[in-house]
């Protein structure tokens, strides 16, 4: 193999992963407009799925006044934004406005390069397979957030929160598949590290964490319970089991499910340092080293606004930021993963015309 076509494969594994980084960068960005949507109570301003001409926003006053008419004819209206005018439907509405925007810019972004890569011949196709995969990932979540909508337009306005925790969940995901696959583009033969395993299991854990988080978004549990580290006194709240039958409260209790997000969190306080400590024991690179650092401090951070939006009753500004570290953190854990993953094992390509030169 000579070096021309060493240099072709370096490079486009790195157009490739760097085309991937931009897409999670911008569903990163998109959880955190969702986030500040459902706490400013935006999510239900648009009560039609309009997936191409939804794209165009109002351009007159009729067109204004004709989606306040619809709005008005909503639950969330009726009972909820009943004193509201033009000027603050207008406000809420372009939170979501802005949330699906985004969600159609997401899919441009990425269906128009992967069709180049693949007309270039530039993806294998178990990378080609994997990437269609994300694309589909990319239209449940489309019609997910439409059906999550859809529940909060009957006679309660809010949406469920059990789509509302598999929205999120989706988004994760979709998040998640395009870093993962991104580093593993960029990702050099390293020193095998043995906590490479409880990396994995950590980025599993922060996953649940945040889908236990989305519950809680989803009852509103985060405005009981305002005092740390004791719920109202309590290690385990009196309420925690008041329902029956038994698992419904980890479905429908705001006690049980805050009880659930808080002992996960305290798991990750214990856990997250202890990992940290044995990774350092071991032969690592520096970038190994880097990624369980900012591991140990975005947690760190992640604890603090999760307990400051808690004891402050959920401000707007503090809970969008933990939302956003949710993300963050979770992206950070499948980067020491990956940085750990170990390197055994004989090489092989994963974008066409990529020679074996060390990548796992």
């Known amino acids: 193999m000579d070096h021309a076509q060493i240099d072709f494969g370096k490079r486009e594994r790195r157009r ?16 955190v407009v969702g986030g500040v949507t459902r706490l400013t109570r935006s999510g239900l301003s ?12 109002p351009l007159s006053d009729a067109d204004w006044l004709a989606l306040f008419a619809q709005y008005r004819e909503t639950p969330e ?4 934004n009943f004193d509201i005018g033009l000027d603050g439907f207008k406000r809420i509405f372009w939170w979501e406005y802005a949330h699906r ?22 993806l294998d196709p178990p990378l080609a397979w994997k990437l269609a995969g ?6 449940l979540q489309g019609a997910l957030g439409w059906f999550m909508v859809q529940s909060g337009l009957v006679d309660d306005p809010r949406v469920s929160h059990f789509r509302l925790t598999a929205h999120l969940g989706v988004a994760l995901a979709i998040f998640g598949a395009m870093l993962w696959i991104a580093l593993d583009l960029l990702r050099g033969s390293g020193v095998p590290a043995a906590s490479s395993r409880g990396a994995l299991a950590l980025v599993g854990t922060i996953f649940v964490m945040a889908l236990a988080g989305g519950m809680v978004a989803g009852l509103r549990a985060g405005s009981a319970y305002n005092t740390f580290p004791l719920m109202n006194g309590h290690l385990v709240p009196p309420e925690i089991l008041m329902l029956e039958p038994w698992w419904k409260n980890f479905l429908y209790n705001m006690a049980t499910v805050q009880f659930v997000h808080r002992a996960i969190g305290w798991l990750l306080i214990v856990w997250v340092p202890w990992f940290w400590w044995r990774a350092m024991s071991a032969p690592l690179e520096p970038r190994q080293r880097l990624a369980c650092h900012l591991l140990l401090g975005v947690l760190a951070l992640q604890v603090a606004l ?13 809970a ?25 094992g004989e090489s092989r390509s994963i974008v066409q015309g990529a020679p074996n030169v060390g990548f796992p």
């Open 320 to 344: 969008a930021a933990h939302q956003a570290g949710a993300v963050l953190l979770l992206g950070i854990s499948l980067w020491a993963a990956s940085e750990l993953r170990s390197s055994r």
């Open 16 to 31: 490739v992963a760097m085309w991937l980084l931009v897409c999670a960068a911008l569903v990163f960005a998109m959880v």
């Open 77 to 80: 209206f009726k009972q909820v």
């Open 134 to 139: 994300v694309f589909a990932l990319g239209a």
């Open 306 to 318: 999760g307990i400051a939006t808690l004891v402050l009753a959920v401000p707007v500004a503090l």
């Open 101 to 122: 925007l985004l969600g159609r810019l997401i899919g441009v972004v990425f269906l128009l390069p992967f069709l180049w890569f693949l007309a270039r011949r530039s």
């Open 46 to 57: 648009i009560v039609e799925w309009q997936p191409l001409v939804g794209a165009i926003p």
